[in-house]
Structure formats: structure tokens, C-alpha cells
């Protein structure tokens, strides 16, 4: 996890004195999340998550910090100030910190006037002279190796209603595999402030829940009102997180249906992404 340095005298600066309580903590969690040149990827959904605040909140938030960032792409913004808050200037290609910060300006040189000039030292020009794509530079050199082969963690694998099913039944256990999913999935898939690792012994808590004490799947609702439920609750969904999936690539549209806490808004993305293919 990165260290990171925090301006202290931000508190004293009007521009962010003024700002209100969910711009502050946007900004915060922005220099926070954003890689080690100061470049953010744009996920205001993320951050109401991690924030607690609505994403009507956050997309207010997001405007009102404008004189904090300059907007790269639809995609991407860069913090302003961010490189000399963090003690990152000047950039010495030869330094293993500062070329890997170089690598991820140069595809945006051609956005920022301020990028720009930061790449247009003699140095650096010279060795990124004839690029048109991030730089090779090596980000070994002052590093040193280690002597043993760290073990890769398991990768963790959403599980299916069919999965928990089949688990319960081995196990000889109830838990209502909707429920589940749900609950885990609303959350990002963490327990507590850590990412799952596990969902089998997830299951094995879970029996304890209140909607699993009968060892009885819940009784079924009235499908006609169920189905009218539901198309509200979608409805909601669609007013809620459809203009910011709208504003979104395909590409970064696909990408959402593989992250775990996009889940229970799949068929929401599945809808937009047809859309688009459709307009095209």
C-alpha cells in the first residue's frame, strides 16, 4: 500500500477552505486513489462507496473541484499540484520513482499544456524522442531484488447461486443463495474493510442470519407483484447510475461487468452497452 505525503497548509488555501464538507472528502480521496503521476480514473460510483455519500452528491462534488484538477479525457484527470505535494519535482528519467511517473504522462502530453512542460526537459526529451507510446524505461535500477519468490494469492471468484447451493447441500446447510449474493455484492465483496477471500466460509456465517434460521427457503412472493417490484426498483436504478454509465466508453463499459461491485447493476450496463453497439 503507497505513503503518501498531505499538504497541510490545503486548510489554509481559500479555494478549498470554501469548499463543502463532500468536496473536501472527494478531493482527499482522489490524491489518495490516484496513481503515482497524479492521473485518475473517473469512478464517482466508487467513491460515493468508499465516501458514504449518494452519486448525486458525488457528481455535484465533482464539478465544484474543478479548479483541482484538469480533465485529461473523458476518463482520466489529473490533480493538480499533485507531483509538488508529493516531492516529485523535478523529473529525473533516471530516478526509478520519476520514470515510472514519466510512463504515465507521456500518453496524455498531447491533453495538458502542464504535462507538456513538465516532459520537455532536454533530458527526457532526449530519451523519449521517436515514443509515441509510454516509455520503456527501466524502473529496476536502485531496487533491490528479492532472494525468494513471494507466493501469489488466490484470485477470488464471485460464486454463483448454483455454487452456494451445491456448497450447502454438501455441507448440509441452508443459506438463501440470493440473499447472499446481494448482501456481498451491495458491499463490494469485503468484509469488514477487507476484500472476501473466501465466500465458502462466508456461507458458513451466513447460516446464522435470520432469513436462514428455518433452514427453509423463504416463502415465495406473488410473482405478478413481485415482477411490478422489481421493474420499479429498476427504474430507480436506471434514473440513479444510468447517466453515468451513458457517459462511460464500451470499452469501459465492458470492463464494469467484470468488477465485483457493479454486479447487481449488470443487466443496467448490459442494456447500455446494446445501445451504443446498436447507435453505432
Known amino acids: 500500500m503507497p505513503i503518501r505525503f498531505t499538504l497541510t497548509e490545503k486548510w489554509q488555501e481559500l479555494w478549498f477552505r470554501k469548499l463543502p464538507p463532500a468536496e ?25 462507496f468508499s465516501i458514504g455519500e449518494s452519486i ?15 480533465i485529461l479525457n473523458e476518463t482520466h484527470i489529473w490533480v493538480k499540484d499533485f507531483l509538488e505535494h508529493q516531492r516529485n519535482l523535478s523529473l529525473n528519467p533516471n530516478n526509478a520513482a520519476h520514470a515510472t511517473i514519466i510512463n504515465h504522462l507521456l500518453p496524455y502530453k498531447g491533453c495538458s499544456e502542464n504535462i507538456l512542460q513538465l516532459l520537455s526537459t532536454e533530458e527526457i526529451k532526449g530519451l ?5 507510446s509510454p516509455l520503456s524505461i527501466s524502473i529496476s535500477k536502485g531496487i533491490s531484488k528479492s532472494k525468494g519468490k513471494s507466493k501469489k494469492e488466490k484470485r477470488f471468484v464471485i460464486p454463483t447461486e448454483k455454487n452456494i447451493e451445491e456448497y ?18 451491495s458491499k ?25 434460521q428455518n433452514k427453509q427457503p423463504p416463502p415465495k412472493a406473488n410473482p405478478k407483484v413481485e415482477q411490478v417490484g422489481l421493474e420499479q426498483k429498476r427504474q430507480e436504478i436506471r434514473v440513479e447510475y444510468g447517466p453515468i454509465y451513458r457517459s462511460m466508453t464500451l470499452k469501459n463499459l465492458k ?25 453505432k
Open 255 to 279: 470492463a464494469r461487468l467484470k468488477n465485483p461491485i457493479d454486479i447487481i447493476r449488470h443487466w443496467l450496463i448490459k442494456e447500455i452497452i446494446a445501445e451504443k453497439e446498436q447507435a
Open 188 to 212: 463490494g465483496w469485503v468484509i469488514g474493510k477487507s476484500k472476501m477471500k473466501d465466500w465458502r466460509l462466508a456461507v458458513c456465517r451466513a447460516v446464522n442470519w435470520e432469513c436462514n
Open 24 to 48: 473536501k472528502l472527494l478531493y482527499l480521496y482522489i490524491c489518495d486513489n490516484c496513481n503515482i503521476a497524479g492521473i485518475w480514473e473517473i469512478d464517482l460510483e466508487q467513491a460515493a
Open 168 to 185: 450447502c447441500k454438501e455441507k448440509n446447510i441452508y443459506v438463501d443463495p440470493k440473499q447472499f449474493i446481494f448482501f456481498y455484492g
Open 128 to 132: 523519449t524522442r521517436g515514443f509515441t
Open 56 to 70: 448525486g452528491a458525488m457528481q455535484g462534488a465533482y464539478k465544484e473541484l474543478v479548479e483541482g484538477y484538469e
